[in-house]
Each structure stands twice: as structure tokens, then as C-alpha cells.
């Protein structure tokens, strides 16, 4: 404990200043703590680029061990806020797979349960179809995609963490994992933002495309309002050894995005109740078109439906389907919005859709392009300029509003924005040009035409620009 008088003391209050704090300012030669770590992690180079914090926002500031930040470097692994690591993923449900679809061998499977087919058949062949297990979760490992793929990434974290058990734990390795499909039956935590609820989901395959596959009642299970279609998976293990709730961040709210809660078994009466409109047919029959033909209302047509199996042992499978496919990985793998790289390309390939499709007005996605993207992007980082504080280059000295003087106060330094003219302005042209194109409302031209004078009022009206020959051909 440290009393801010008498220094570092005993007891949690001070008899003659009252309360301590567990922390302190203090110097850390951090030389030799990276030279003994590299003694004892027996490594002889570090790593080129060694990431760190600036500062620990923690109520205690306790820090990590530094021999867990060489070893991340080491494997090129990043770390959140809690001290694991996590991959980001869409959420895709799937009741069904296929072993060729998910690059694991029978043999595998067998071993990780799928001994039968959905229709109790020995699994044998690799285009067989399974029920997925309601826990058992397929991850994203898509060769076109410009991210790296889970089985990489999963793998280095693997090795980061056997390394950490067996030097700085003096344990045994946990994972040894040699090829990717060691890493099936491994168990992870999905968690998805803005909770902190987690649930145990295990691994048994890969997906060529960019989706976390998993049971309805599995993706259902991590949130609390669907209000999003995101989650992030982390390795059990590096939960364990590397989660604290003493890195979280004091202020409020930090303890949303953590597994402070782990469900180990999914239990489908408490999850969110949107899974259970989920229909259990094979085939749907001609009384339920006939209904649709006279207007009747869903309701009073009699479909089986997983609200209808719970608390029973249907409640977990026997979902049926009514169409199959050969390969769900034989898909749009990429979403060009990924491979695009500026927001006018991507902007361009939306109306080009938008004109293509018959049932779509264009000038209606425009309006809602302007008024959902751009408007909303625009005015918010207008009024972020407006607030926005200034800061020396020389010593990064930070100034609510800039010094009368001119240059920074502390060492002269020039004083510069935080933020840049062009952040604000990035979309307006693009805005600009959309209106005119797809001819919106005169109310939203009006709106657009106010937002111009805002900002010609904020950084002055444009000059005549050069403009090269080309943009008139
Ligand atoms: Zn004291
Ligand atoms: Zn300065």
C-alpha cells in the first residue's frame, strides 16, 4: 500500500493520512526485466516490434507480466483490453454440415462424436450430412479474404500459449498443435460486444467462407438483444492464464466486451427467444399455401416450431431442413465492400447493383446512402472539429483551447489540430455528387446545400479548383 506521505506501508489505511492507493509513481529499469525474460524464455533476438501501452487505465494500475508481451510479439499476436486474444467474426447460423465442408476427416468427426448421419446412418463418406451438435461451432478460414484466417491465427495462439505454460509457468504444454486439425475439439469462448456473458462453443472444422458457423440457439445464446450479428471468439486456455478484470479499465462501461460470466452448457429455454419462431419441417405442407392463398395469419397454421421442443430432448436436434446445398462453401467467399478499397468504388458498386435490380428505386438508396452514411458522418465530425483540442508537436502538450501566444506553452513548440479538415469533409463531395445523380428531394438538396454553408463558414469557401482536361471527357 502506498500512502502519498509516508511512502510504501503495511496497512490498507494510513493511522495518520487515511487512505493508501495500491499503486505508485515509480521508475522500472526495464533492461535488465527484458534481460532476465530473455534468459528465461531462452530467446536470443527479440522480436522487431515489441507493442505496449502508453499508460494503465486499471483502478489498481496493475500491469501484465512483460515475458507475456516479448512472447505475443513473438507469435505476431494482439492482445484486447482483458489481456486475450480474440478473433472477430460474422455470425452465420447452420443446423447442418457436410465433412467435406468443413475440411475435417471422418475419422475426426467420428472421434468428436459424429459417429451418424442426421438420418442415423454410419458417417463414412465426407458428403454425408450431420446435424451440428448444438455447441459445436465451424470457423472462417477464407483463402480470399484479405484477413488472415482463424487456423493461423488460433494455431500461433496456441503455440503463445503452451510456450507461456512451459516457461514462465513451468508447466507442461497444453495444446501442442502440430497440423490445423489439431485445433479441432479444443474449446474457445464466443462472446459477442456489448455483453459480457460468454459461452463455451468447441471446434470442429473450417469454412472457406468469412462466417463463425453455429447452431441458432448457440449464436442466440451470446447475446442478449439482437442487435448486432458480430462475435469474437478466444481460446479457453488463454483465458484462463491471461484474463484479469484488474487490466479493465475503471471507467464505466469497461466491463462490457469481457467474459465476466461463462455459460458452459447451453440450456435453449434461456436464450433469446427469436430462435424459437424457428420452424421444424422437412417439407412445409399445402395447407400452409393454401392459408397464404386466403391471407390467414401465421398462427393458425399448425408448424412444428423449437419453442414447441423445449425442455424436452428435441429440444437440441432433429431440426430438419427443406433444402440442401452441395457446398456452402462454393459462395461469394469476399464481399467485394472488402476488397474495394475507397468508399467511392464501393459507393459506385452499390448503385450499380441498385440500377440493376429492378425491384430497387436508385434514387431512394441514394437518399438513404446520404441521409443514413454521409450526413450523419458529416455533421458529427463537424461538430467533433468545433471541439475539438489542439496539441503540441514537439512534447504532444494537449490545450483545450490554443494559447493566446500562438506555439506551446511548455516548450514552444508549434500547436497543431487533432483533427484534420479533411476528416470532416472526406464524404461531402461524394454526397454532393450522389444528390445530383440520383435527383433526391429538393428537401434533402436544401439540406445538403445548408451543410455546405456550415462548412464554408467552418473552413472558408473553396477556392475555383484545378481540374485535370480528363474530367471533361
Ligand atoms: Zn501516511
Ligand atoms: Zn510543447
Known amino acids: 500500500f502506498y500512502c502519498p506521505v509516508c511512502g510504501w506501508i503495511d496497512t490498507k489505511t494510513c493511522q495518520q493520512h487515511g487512505e493508501t492507493k495500491t499503486y505508485a509513481k515509480q521508475k522500472i529499469p526495464i533492461k535488465p526485466l527484458i534481460e532476465r525474460s530473455k534468459k528465461i524464455?531462452?530467446?536470443?533476438?527479440l522480436p522487431e516490434l515489441i507493442k505496449g501501452v502508453r499508460g494503465t487505465s486499471s483502478k489498481d494500475h496493475t500491469p501484465e507480466h512483460i515475458i507475456k508481451g516479448l512472447l505475443r510479439a513473438k507469435y505476431k499476436i494482439h492482445i484486447t483490453k482483458d489481456g486475450t486474444t480474440r478473433y472477430d467474426m460474422t455470425q452465420l447460423p447452420l443446423t447442418h454440415f457436410k465433412p467435406k465442408e468443413i475440411g475435417t476427416t471422418i475419422e475426426r468427426l467420428r472421434e468428436l462424436g459424429y459417429t451418424k448421419d442426421y438420418l442415423g446412418n454410419e458417417l463414412q463418406d465426407e458428403s454425408q450430412i450431420c446435424e451440428l451438435l448444438p455447441q459445436d461451432i465451424i470457423l472462417p478460414d477464407s483463402p480470399e479474404s484479405p484477413d488472415?484466417?482463424?487456423a493461423k491465427?488460433?494455431?500461433?495462439?496456441?503455440?503463445?500459449?503452451?510456450?507461456?505454460?512451459?516457461k514462465l509457468y513451468k508447466l507442461k504444454p497444453y495444446y501442442k498443435v502440430k497440423k490445423q486439425e489439431d485445433?479441432?475439439?479444443?474449446?474457445?469462448?464466443c462472446l459477442a460486444p456489448h455483453t459480457s456473458a460468454g459461452i463455451i462453443g468447441r471446434i470442429i472444422g473450417f469454412t472457406k467462407t468469412q462466417g463463425f458457423f453455429a447452431s441458432p440457439l448457440m449464436h442466440a445464446a451470446t447475446r442478449r438483444d439482437c442487435d448486432g450479428d458480430e462475435a469474437s471468439i478466444l481460446l479457453l486456455m488463454d483465458a484462463f492464464l491471461n484474463f484479469s478484470k484488474k487490466y479493465l479499465p475503471s471507467s464505466r462501461g469497461a466491463t462490457m466486451d469481457a467474459p465476466l460470466v461463462l455459460t458452459s452448457l447451453l440450456t435453449p429455454c434461456e436464450v433469446d427467444d427469436m430462435a424459437f419462431n424457428?420452424?421444424?419441417?422437412d417439407k412445409y405442407p399445402l395447407e400452409l399455401y393454401e392459408a397464404a392463398q386466403e391471407y390467414k395469419m401465421p398462427w393458425e397454421v399448425n408448424i412444428t416450431k423449437v419453442s414447441e421442443t423445449l425442455h424436452t430432448e428435441k429440444q437440441y436436434e432433429g431440426f430438419k431442413f427443406t433444402h440442401d446445398t452441395d457446398d456452402f462453401n462454393k459462395s461469394v467467399r469476399c464481399s467485394?465492400?472488402?476488397?474495394l478499397p475507397s468508399m467511392g468504388e464501393k459507393l459506385d458498386g452499390q448503385m450499380q447493383i441498385a440500377?440493376?435490380?429492378?425491384a430497387v428505386n436508385t434514387s431512394d438508396v441514394a437518399r438513404l446512402v446520404i441521409e443514413k452514411h454521409f450526413l450523419k458522418d458529416t455533421k458529427g465530425n463537424l461538430r467533433k472539429f468545433s471541439m475539438q483540442v489542439f496539441r503540441c508537436v514537439n512534447c504532444n502538450e494537449k490545450y483545450r483551447r490554443p494559447p493566446l501566444k500562438g506555439r506551446c506553452l511548455k516548450c514552444g513548440g508549434k500547436i497543431i489540430f487533432t483533427i484534420a479538415e479533411g476528416s470532416v469533409v472526406k464524404y461531402f463531395e461524394a454526397t454532393q455528387k450522389l444528390?445530383?445523380?440520383?435527383?433526391?428531394?429538393?428537401?434533402?438538396?436544401?439540406?445538403?446545400?445548408?451543410?455546405?454553408?456550415?462548412?464554408?463558414?467552418v473552413f472558408g469557401k473553396e477556392k475555383e479548383k484545378q481540374t485535370g482536361l480528363n474530367t471533361w471527357c
Open 355 to 358: 440500377r440493376k435490380v429492378r
Open 153 to 166: 491465427i488460433l494455431t500461433r495462439t496456441t503455440k503463445f500459449v503452451d510456450e507461456l505454460l512451459e
Open 336 to 339: 467485394a465492400y472488402k476488397t
Open 278 to 281: 424457428m420452424d421444424i419441417v
Open 183 to 189: 485445433l479441432t475439439g479444443q474449446l474457445v469462448i
Open 148 to 150: 488472415e484466417g482463424t
Open 41 to 45: 524464455l531462452d530467446m536470443k533476438v
Open 435 to 457: 444528390a445530383e445523380e440520383y435527383n433526391v428531394s429538393n428537401y434533402l438538396k436544401q439540406t445538403i446545400m445548408l451543410l455546405q454553408r456550415r462548412l464554408e463558414d
